[in-house]
């Protein structure tokens, strides 16, 4: 398999619901990020977290790293319609000019 | 907020001529990179660049591709010679030289149709 995997691939939910992926990694990391693409647009970074943390909030979002596991998960509490999107993890390698690996994403739709 | 912008947002090209995508980073970035996307699959990495040369690129990255800073503000990618699967969107991103936990920046990308 290959690096940054999410899952579940394709998440429907009722507006208010809380969402939850998670995304697999096979190597060592910098850090690992989330970044957000609605349909046909570019991607937002989300949140970042370093190797040698384990949880980070920002707003709604609620990112965990599991570094024994390989493992990261994003937590998108009182969802909105207008939080459908599609959700990719990335995993960091490297300090400098970085590389930065895409999975293949999460396709969020709430429904309001 | 300062933002990358990407020039055109839709290229068509007959396939066999050359294309030349335009970004322009966020100023101030050290940083800069660009990824594909071919339609419902995930974001590929080609190339970074940095000090005016290529840090890294990967295999899609071949010799029918390159890439340059002209002037200090923008940073191309030029396809020499477009084949069918190059239809793609093509993100530009940048970063800070800010410490190893900058976000990379992307732009809306360009979408590129070859025919």
């Known amino acids: 398999s290959q690096q940054g995997e999410e899952d579940p691939q394709a998440l429907s939910i009722q507006e208010g619901e809380n969402a939850t992926m998670n995304c697999s990694y096979k190597?060592?990391?910098?850090?690992l990020q989330w970044y957000r693409q609605n349909s046909g647009r570019g991607l937002v970074h989300l949140i970042l977290i370093r190797s040698n943390e384990r949880e980070k909030h920002s707003g709604r979002l609620r990112v965990t790293l599991d570094t024994s596991k390989k493992s990261s998960s994003l937590l998108i509490t009182a969802s909105r319609a207008a939080d459908t999107a599609s959700y990719f993890c990335?995993?960091?390698?490297?300090?400098?000019?970085?590389?930065?690996?895409f999975g293949i994403g999460t396709k969020l739709q709430v429904i309001p | 907020e300062p933002e990358v912008t990407q020039t055109p947002s839709h290229q068509v090209t007959q396939m066999g001529q050359e294309v030349i995508l335009r970004c322009v980073p966020i100023s101030n970035h050290l940083y800069f990179y660009w990824y594909r996307q071919i339609l419902g699959q995930k974001v590929e990495f080609l190339v970074s660049f940095y000090n005016n040369e290529i840090s890294e690129k990967s295999e899609i990255f071949d010799d029918q591709f390159s890439v340059e800073r002209p002037d200090g503000s923008n940073f191309t990618l030029k396809i020499r010679s477009t084949k069918l699967e190059d239809s793609a969107m093509y993100f530009c991103?940048?970063?800070?030289?800010?410490?190893?936990?900058?976000?990379?920046?992307f732009g809306d990308g360009t979408r590129l149709s070859i025919l």
């Open positions: 991103a940048s970063r800070s030289g800010q410490g190893a936990h900058q976000p990379q920046h």
């Open positions: 990335a995993t960091v390698v490297g300090g400098g000019y970085q590389k930065v690996t």
């Open positions: 190597t060592s990391i910098n850090n």
